[in-house]
């Protein structure tokens, strides 16, 4: 076997088709990233489990930082209770095959690049199960900038650590004990984090209400449909406070003087400029299509 191996990383990830990490994690661009940073968990959910991605979120956890959003491509690990034989052969092949040095965990901290997150199932280890404490976390900031660490398991230091405003981290609880009997058995593999599934390069969401990861060839999209989401709400609010329109036709699919009176609000107000982006072509076709058809949607005549 091989740690971090780019020829599984890369058939783990099909269906990405844009630049790659020289480990073969999926590289979204740090632009969707920033876009990413600014959506609701809510937001970021609606698209991944309308395509059938159920399993990406998880809420019980504890947050350094608990009003700080957190985003950034994931490098995952696997640790496992100690079994003396695989654990022997498993840190002597990365000292000697692989030239790595200290401890399981420190192998992948020294492997992050600016805008990761660290995603390791520690199997929910506490006592003894701290993957980081003060230091590997001022590394981890060193290293990622605006990143950190989701670890479903234990993490020490925590004074420290809540020094440490470049970065968040989000654990299971805490203990004074180093870590300790723990084996990692494979690193950019699949991960779970409780009852969520991670891939190595998945984008991962970190918010006051938990953490979401979003596959990397939907990251875009992700973003896409969100900000859609935001700015049409922002319209609907101005029109509602000036009682333009009501909540039923706001919450309605829009006609098309409806979408024509947006487009216009969309071209000229400041608050839409950070949206400029977009485009609505489809939704336009949509709305024509819909008022082609009558109430119960034949054809009109």
């Not at 990143?147 to 470049?166: H, L, S």
């Not at 009176?261 to 076709?285: K, N, R, S, V």
Request: glycine residues 8%; aromatic residues 10%; charged residues 20%.
């Amino acid at each position: 076997m091989k740690f971090n191996h780019a020829e599984d990383t890369i058939q783990l990830s099909p269906l990405w088709q844009g630049e790659r990490f020289p480990d073969g994690r999926p590289k979204v661009p740090s632009s969707v990233l920033a876009r990413l940073s600014r959506i609701t968990l809510e937001e970021a959910w609606g698209p991944l489990w309308s395509r059938g991605y159920l399993y990406q979120f998880e809420g019980d956890l504890k947050i350094i930082h608990p009003n700080k959003v957190m985003v950034g491509r994931a490098v995952t690990a696997v640790m496992v209770p100690k079994r003396p034989d695989l654990h022997d052969t498993l840190l002597r092949y990365g000292h000697e095959q692989e030239g790595r040095q200290g401890f399981f965990n420190q192998w992948v901290i020294d492997s992050l690049q600016e805008e990761d997150v660290v995603v390791i199932d520690m199997f929910d280890k506490i006592y003894q199960g701290t993957y980081v404490g003060g230091n590997l976390s001022t590394a981890i900031a060193a290293r990622t900038k605006t990143g950190g660490a989701v670890i479903w398991g234990g993490i020490r230091d925590i004074q420290q650590i809540t020094q440490i405003e470049d970065i968040n981290v989000y654990y299971r609880g805490s203990d004074p004990t180093a870590i300790a009997d723990v084996t990692m058995v494979g690193m950019n593999v699949p991960v779970r984090i409780g009852r969520a599934v991670c891939l190595p390069g998945d984008v991962v969401l970190g918010t006051p209400a938990g953490v979401i990861f979003i596959p990397a060839h939907l990251a875009e999209l992700t973003a896409t449909h969100a900000e859609k989401s935001q700015i049409r709400d922002l319209f609907g609010f101005t029109r509602l406070s000036s009682s333009t329109y009501t909540t039923a036709q706001i919450d309605a699919p829009w006609t098309i003087e409806m979408w024509h009176d947006f487009l216009q609000w969309f071209a000229t107000d400041p608050a839409a400029i950070p949206y400029q982006h977009l485009t609505w072509e489809q939704e336009l076709e949509e709305a024509r299509s819909n008022e082609s058809c009558g109430p119960s949607g034949s054809v009109r005549l």
